[in-house]
């Protein structure tokens, strides 16, 4: 099955410049492995060392996240789109912020 793979900017200087690539597969599971033997740079940054997804990265298949379905082992359908999102954390508060507030962290 074709299955087209939403590559998120931060990642596709790994993955050619593409922002969307198609693999086969008949899982989700297969997908990204189709998507890891093309582009193995990627694999650092989607899998950690025991080959599971990091925890920071979250794929989702037509916008429901795998966590909730069968994870890898989802089935995929001909034309579904798999999208690599990563998390993002961090930032600082807007220095425009209309309230003057301030966030602190107490740290015991």
């Known amino acids: 099955m074709a299955v087209k793979v939403m590559i998120p900017t931060p990642l596709r200087q790994y993955a050619g410049k593409q922002e969307s690539i198609q693999v086969e597969g008949h899982t989700v599971g297969e997908a990204l492995s189709g998507l890891i033997a093309r582009y193995s ?19 989702y298949l ?13 089935p995929v359908k001909e034309n579904d789109v ?21 966030l602190r962290c107490i740290c015991s």
């Not at 916008?63 to 890898?72: A, H």
């Open 62 to 74: 037509n916008d429901e996240d795998i966590r909730y379905l069968s994870k890898e082992q989802t």
């Open 41 to 59: 740079d990627l694999r650092r940054h989607l899998y950690n060392d025991e080959g599971k997804i990091r925890s920071f990265v979250n794929v």
């Open 82 to 102: 798999l999208s690599i999102v990563p998390s993002i954390a961090g930032g600082a508060p807007s220095s425009g912020a209309a309230s003057g507030s301030i």
